[in-house]
Each structure stands twice: as structure tokens, then as C-alpha cells.
């Protein structure tokens, strides 16, 4: 299935907000939404109320018609189910994460000028790195295809490429949330790449985690080994978030022992290649604040 790039966008912003309201909807329903068990779930979509939305709720066909799902705190447990039937059953009918999937290997393709890891590529074949790039590995998050440059640079011994609905069988299918904790170094990577990840775990708070799991995968950087993460963000989560922006990120990766070593906007992504130093500082603090006002803004957040 070949896709329009402005089609392309669609699909991926409506999945987005469709799966951020979800996960708002489960929260307020009692669900611990970031694990949430398939059997406590199963069990809701059997609600006659769930089933009798989910039937009759038709996806208009204008992109224009969408429905907007207005989620506050006064609304009752009825209305919430409402809600996240008409939402799942917009997700199915709009063909379901595969063609979100779809969706997004098509926008990273090199014809479309998409691969991020283009841009790591570039930053390693820098000074900087090419004394540390002697049997270097990598963990791919978010892996949506096993033919992008990261893969096929010849820089790493191996890329281990994971994703949470793989669409190819090199991409071992696996939420890294629940990836086993390594043991020792050899479970571990000299290289994470989280690009176009975070934007799209639910909660701010989720996404801390995230950070704080992923310094548990990298391997130690002594001896001037390399340790090093690759985050990309779509450029509006630190250019008009009225909660976050540049310097609180470069604040929280601190805190968690990652110095910038390069990073780039460009139009609508930004990129950031950080060294770890092995020190995360522990209970370090950083609240969901409001840092920039505006009624245009977005409410992404990263919170610790």
C-alpha cells in the first residue's frame, strides 16, 4: 500500500491523538493504562453499553469531520466508556496499528527523505567517534525497518531492532518497557536509538521512565568506551510545548549522567546525540511546570 506523504501525516497525527485519549479514557476508568492486563480489558469490551457504541460509530470520511473527543474530569463512567468505543472502533475501522504502521515506514523511507539515523550516521563518522567505533552494538526502538542506515552503515557489529507491532521478522516484536533488565555488559549496547519513541508514550511521566530505563541498557563508559543515546522529537515538543522546551530536556538528561554531544533542528524533527557517563543522580525532581504560556500551544511534557 503506497501512501500520499499528506496522507501519510494524517494517518500518523490521528493515531496519535486517538491513542492519547485512550490512554487518558483507561486512567480515569481505574486502568493502569501502561500495563494494562488484556483480560481486564477484554472484560470492559464486553459491556453492552461499549459494544452498542462500537457497532454503530461510523468514521466520516472527511479528514476535516473528525471527531473530537473531549475528555474532562466530570464526565461518568458511561460517558468514558462511550468514548473509548467510538475510539477503538476509529481505530479499527481506519484499518487498525497496521496501517499505522504502514504509515510510518512509508514516511521514514529514504525517498522520502525520512530515516532519521541518517543523521546519527552523519555525527558518528565524525572525530568525535570514529576512535570509538571497535565492536560497537546498537538497540534500535521503535524499529520500522530492518533496511534503514543505521543498520546498513556497517558501524555496529549489531543491531538489535525492536518495536512494539513488528511489521518485518528481523524487527523482533517487544515493548521495551518490558524488555528483560540485562544482567551484565554483554545484555548491554553501546548505542540506543529512541527516534520519533517518547513522542508517542502516553504520559509524561511514561516517558521519564523511559529515560531512567534506558540508562539501564547502556553499556559502562569506562575506559572510553562509547555509551551513547540518539533521540529524536518532533520539533514542536520543545518549540511550542507550554511545558517543556530545549533546556528542560538538556536539564533531565543531565540529571540522568547524558551530555549533549550534537544536536540539530531541522523542520519538523529535532535530533540529539548524548554521552553517558554512568551517574544517574537518584530521586532527582522535575515536575510538570508551565514554562511558556499561549493558547497555541501543545502539552507535551517529560517529567521525572
Not at 470492559?44 to 473528525?66: G, I
Not at 536539564?251 to 523542520?267: N, V
Not at 532527582?284 to 521525572?304: D, V
Request: net charge positive; hydrophobic share 35%; charged share 25%.
Amino acid at each position: 500500500m503506497s501512501l500520499k506523504p499528506e496522507h501519510t501525516r494524517q494517518i500518523i497525527r490521528r493515531f496519535h491523538i486517538l491513542q492519547k485519549n485512550k490512554h487518558t479514557i483507561l486512567t480515569q476508568l481505574g486502568f493502569d493504562a501502561s500495563s494494562i492486563d488484556d483480560q481486564c480489558y477484554e472484560s470492559l469490551k464486553k459491556d453492552s453499553l461499549y459494544q452498542s457504541e462500537f457497532k454503530n460509530f461510523k468514521v466520516p470520511t472527511k479528514a476535516s469531520d473528525n471527531e473530537v473527543y473531549r475528555i474532562d474530569r466530570g464526565l461518568t463512567r458511561p460517558d468514558l466508556i462511550r468514548i473509548l468505543a467510538k475510539i477503538d472502533s476509529e481505530i479499527e475501522q481506519r484499518g487498525g496499528i497496521h496501517v499505522y504502521q504502514s504509515a510510518s515506514t512509508q514516511g521514514q523511507t529514504g525517498k522520502r527523505g525520512g530515516d532519521s539515523s541518517k543523521k546519527l550516521v552523519e555525527w558518528l563518522q565524525t572525530d568525535k567517534y570514529k576512535s570509538k567505533l571497535q565492536n560497537v552494538t546498537a538497540l534500535e526502538i521503535g524499529c520500522l525497518s530492518p533496511h534503514n542506515v543505521i543498520s546498513m552503515s556497517g558501524i555496529f557489529t549489531s543491531v538489535c531492532k525492536i518495536d512494539l507491532n513488528s511489521q518485518d521478522p528481523s524487527i523482533e516484536q517487544q515493548d521495551f518497557m518490558k524488555r528483560p533488565l540485562p544482567t551484565d555488559e554483554s545484555g548491554k549496547f553501546n548505542l540506543i536509538s529512541c527516534s520519533l519513541v517518547i513522542n508517542f508514550v502516553p504520559s509524561h511521566k511514561e516517558r521519564g521512565d523511559m529515560l531512567i530505563r534506558i540508562t539501564k541498557f547502556l553499556k559502562s563508559p569506562n575506559n572510553g568506551n562509547m555509551s551513547s543515546l540518539f533521540l529524536v522529537l518532533p520539533l514542536p515538543c520543545i518549540s511550542n510545548s507550554r511545558y517543556f522546551d530545549n533546556e528542560r530536556l538538556l536539564q533531565i538528561m543531565s540529571s540522568l549522567g547524558f551530555t549533549q554531544t550534537f544536536s540539530y533542528e531541522a523542520k519538523k524533527v529535532a535530533y540529539w546525540l548524548f554521552d553517558w557517563n554512568g551517574k544517574v543522580v537518584k530521586n532527582a525532581k522535575f515536575p510538570k511546570k508551565e514554562l511558556h504560556s499561549g493558547s497555541q500551544r501543545n502539552n507535551f511534557c517529560i517529567t521525572l
